[in-house]
């Protein structure tokens, strides 16, 4: 009988054993992401003259949006045709050279986790925008795997901090700021609803000078990021003003960024789909 105690026992302890250290890995892979090889060769790309070109980025190294992602190629692909846009779809970092960089009017971070690009191409991105262009991050762009001061100072405006648990995703209406451009908001109604992964950041992107667009009531909704006896400390959220997309003049050039993006239903949204036509427009009108 002790024999087949110490047999369950020892079970138990080792699949414990194992359910901790996959969870450790995923923690990691979610903060750091994992090692990869950096892409180097500039690819070889057409760019008509006749249309603005648009580069869609969608490697990632941490957390994967598998279904986001899928699903936002084809509403990109859709959005092309209908203005005219060149669009050039990579995971490949090789694009980020300051001369195929300076053919695009919008670069898109769509829910790029981790360190995607090395540092090299980070200083020629950063010069991309700093003379003129536009960056736009989407959901997963805006998590804490970069590790890169200038994307999270002039992109992000503030420091991820978590997203909710349980439950992770909930409904929420969707709020116009008063001060948004009026070319961000066109077509779509001042209020909206929509299910999403709300991250929670450690500041406010409006206290660093960021131009809120969007934001939602945060003390409607559960922020609570703690797990167990894993996680204590998340137990918090950004309060009545939680901004959901918010943008910034950097330089000559602009930044874009929205929380909203975890999941294909997102691109299931109309009003959700036509802010990033929105941006878009506004991005490559510099």
Same mark, same amino acid.
């Given at each position: ?8 026992? *020892? ?7 194992? +359910?901790? &250290? ?7 892979? %979610?903060?750091? @992401?994992?090692?990869?090889?950096? $892409? ?16 869609? #980025?969608?490697?990632?190294? @941490? ?23 060149? +669009? ?5 970092? &090789?694009?980020?050279?300051? $001369?195929?960089?300076?053919? #695009?009017? %919008? ?12 540092? $090299? ?10 003379? *003129?262009?536009?960056?736009? @991050?989407? !959901? ?9 001061? =200038? ?37 779509? /109604?001042?209020? =909206? ?48 003003? !939680? /901004?959901?997309? =918010? ?14 993006? !975890?999941?294909?239903?997102?691109? $299931? ?18």
């Amino acid at each position: 009988m002790k024999k087949v105690i110490k047999i369950i026992l *020892g079970t138990v302890l080792v699949i414990a054993l194992l +359910l901790i &250290g996959a969870l450790s890995l995923f923690v990691y892979k %979610v903060k750091y @992401g994992f090692p990869v090889s950096y $892409e180097t060769e500039a690819p070889s790309i057409t760019f008509p003259a006749d249309q603005a070109s648009i580069l869609l #980025f969608s490697k990632t190294t @941490g957390f994967r949006h598998e279904e986001s992602i899928e699903a936002s190629k084809r509403v990109f692909a859709e959005l092309a045709k209908k203005n005219n846009w060149f +669009l050039y779809e990579t995971e490949a970092g &090789g694009v980020f050279n300051p $001369e195929q960089l300076a053919k #695009f009017s %919008v670069v898109i971070f769509n829910n790029s986790t981790g360190e995607v690009i090395n540092d $090299e191409q980070k200083k020629a991105l950063e010069k991309y925008v700093e003379n *003129g262009g536009c960056l736009i @991050g989407i !959901h997963g762009a805006g998590d804490d795997s970069h590790h890169w001061d =200038w994307y999270e100072a002039n992109l992000m405006g503030a420091k991820f901090s978590h997203h909710p648990i349980s439950p992770q995703f909930q409904k929420a209406d969707i709020f116009l700021d008063s001060q948004a451009d009026s070319l961000l908001s066109a077509q779509i /109604p001042p209020t =909206w609803s929509h299910t999403d992964e709300w991250y929670v950041f450690f500041e406010n992107p409006r206290q660093k000078g960021f131009q809120v667009i969007y934001r939602i009531d945060g003390d409607k909704i559960n922020p609570s990021g703690n797990i167990s006896f894993l996680v204590k400390d998340k137990n918090f959220g950004m309060g009545k003003d !939680h /901004p959901v997309a =918010w943008c910034k003049q950097t330089g000559r050039g602009k930044t874009f960024y929205t929380s909203i993006g !975890h999941g294909k239903q997102a691109w $299931e949204n109309p009003y959700f789909v036509k802010l990033i036509e929105n941006v878009v427009l506004w991005g490559k009108n510099q």
